[in-house]
Structures are given as structure tokens and as C-alpha cells.
């Protein structure tokens, strides 16, 4: 079945370095999301990224899906404390048979004042 | 923040119990899911409602049960659970057809298994 792989499943940063997360599916995605979960919270969408090579920005997040659509990154820019979480990535299977909303594990973001 | 609510928040149940969980949304959309987050697991989904037709089973045990009596809400009845049944469960929703577009989580109920 599809698998989506996100590493490193944990990175700590002082407080204004940068900080990227990479999301690998073993299949091409019709669509990437990518989902923020505070300590203790739940998780809540950030962005949706569709077409090939597509780059969003949001502030100091970028995200970027791959040429092939089975890579994903997000880069934080200048981190804060206030990002401090754990960001997943989502991926939509595209072939028949696997319409199914596959997630990671998670980047878990520690950030160092 | 969130139009998706859950209940309880906490629940804490012997392996004899039966239990259910709550999940209404506030927000008109048409597909709604459980999830089960586990720690060091990635979101795992369990079920899938699209027009209140399951339509994702995704090799749940049976001692889980979904109920789906409207768009608005969601239910996860609980029986006959074992420890590792232990996690934080998740609802969400999303406007159109399961999987097109974004997911709107649910604050989740922490679920302990005695």
C-alpha cells in the first residue's frame, strides 16, 4: 500500500535558525497537505499543494512539492518558539485503488530560546 | 478555532466497558473520519463517512464501531477494548467527498484502557 515517510522525525533548533522537514511517498500524490499539531492540541491544516514543482508561501513557511509529486518539503525560515510542534505531511494516492489520505509521522520541532 | 467538537475530552474505561465517543461538526461538510494517533505512530484511519455512507474500513477490530446518523455527526462505540487500545482518538470532516480537501480536526478524546 502507500507509505509516506517524513524525516528526521525530530529536530532541534535554536530560536532563528532555519528548520526543513521532507515527506517521500512511495507512490505519486494527486495532492500534498501539510498539518501542524501543537503539544497537547490536535492537528490543523496549513496548506494544500497540488500541481508539479508548486511553491507556496506562507510568512516564514515554504513548501514545495516535488517535480515527480512524491516528494514534499517545508521549510521554516527563522524559526520561533511559537513553532514549536509537530508538522505532518499528507499525501492523496492518485492511481485507482488508492484514494486514500496517507499521513507521516511527523517532524517533531523543538526550538531553543 | 475549530467547528469540529468532540466528547468527552478524557475517558478512562476497563476492558469490560462499553463506551462511545461523540464528534458533531459545525460546519456543513459532507465526509467526517476517525483517526487514531497513537505516540510514536503515525495517524492511523480508521473509518470514513462520505454522505453518511462508510466508505473506508480500514481493517478496524470489531470491538470498534462507527455510527454515522447524519453529515453532522459521528459516533465510536467502544467495546471489549484491550490496553493497547490506549491512544487519542481524532475526529474530522471535510466539505466535499472523503479525501478532496482539507481536514478540519476535532480537539480529540484521550482514551485510556484499564
Known amino acids: 500500500g502507500q507509505q509516506v515517510m517524513q524525516i528526521p522525525q525530530y529536530q532541534h533548533v535554536q530560536e532563528g535558525e532555519d528548520f526543513t522537514t521532507y515527506c517521500n511517498s512511495s507512490t505519486t500524490l494527486s495532492n500534498i497537505q501539510w498539518y501542524k499539531q501543537r503539544p497537547g492540541g490536535h492537528p490543523v491544516f496549513l496548506i494544500q499543494?497540488?500541481?508539479?514543482?508548486e511553491v507556496k508561501k506562507q510568512k516564514r513557511l515554504t513548501f514545495q512539492f516535488g517535480e515527480t509529486k512524491k516528494n514534499s518539503s517545508l521549510h521554516v525560515t527563522a524559526t520561533q518558539t511559537t513553532d514549536v510542534g509537530t508538522y505532518f505531511c499528507a499525501g492523496l494516492g492518485s492511481g485507482a485503488g488508492s484514494y486514500q489520505l496517507t499521513f507521516g509521522k511527523g517532524t517533531k520541532l523543538s526550538v531553543i530560546p | 478555532e475549530t467547528g469540529v467538537t468532540q466528547t468527552p475530552r478524557h475517558l478512562v474505561m476497563g476492558m469490560t466497558n462499553k463506551k462511545s465517543l461523540k464528534c458533531e461538526q459545525h460546519l456543513g461538510h459532507n465526509a467526517m473520519y476517525w483517526y487514531k494517533q497513537s505516540a510514536k505512530k503515525p495517524l492511523e484511519l480508521m473509518f470514513v463517512y462520505s454522505l453518511e455512507e462508510r466508505v473506508e474500513n480500514n481493517s478496524v477490530p470489531s470491538r470498534f464501531s462507527p455510527e454515522c446518523p447524519n453529515s453532522s455527526h459521528l459516533f465510536l462505540h467502544l467495546h471489549t477494548l484491550q490496553p493497547e487500545d490506549s491512544a487519542l482518538y481524532l475526529c474530522?470532516?471535510?466539505?466535499?467527498?472523503?479525501?478532496?480537501?482539507?481536514?478540519?480536526f476535532g480537539p480529540g478524546t484521550r482514551l485510556t484502557v484499564l
Open positions: 474530522a470532516s471535510s466539505q466535499q467527498r472523503a479525501y478532496t480537501d482539507t481536514q478540519y
Open positions: 499543494l497540488v500541481k508539479s514543482g
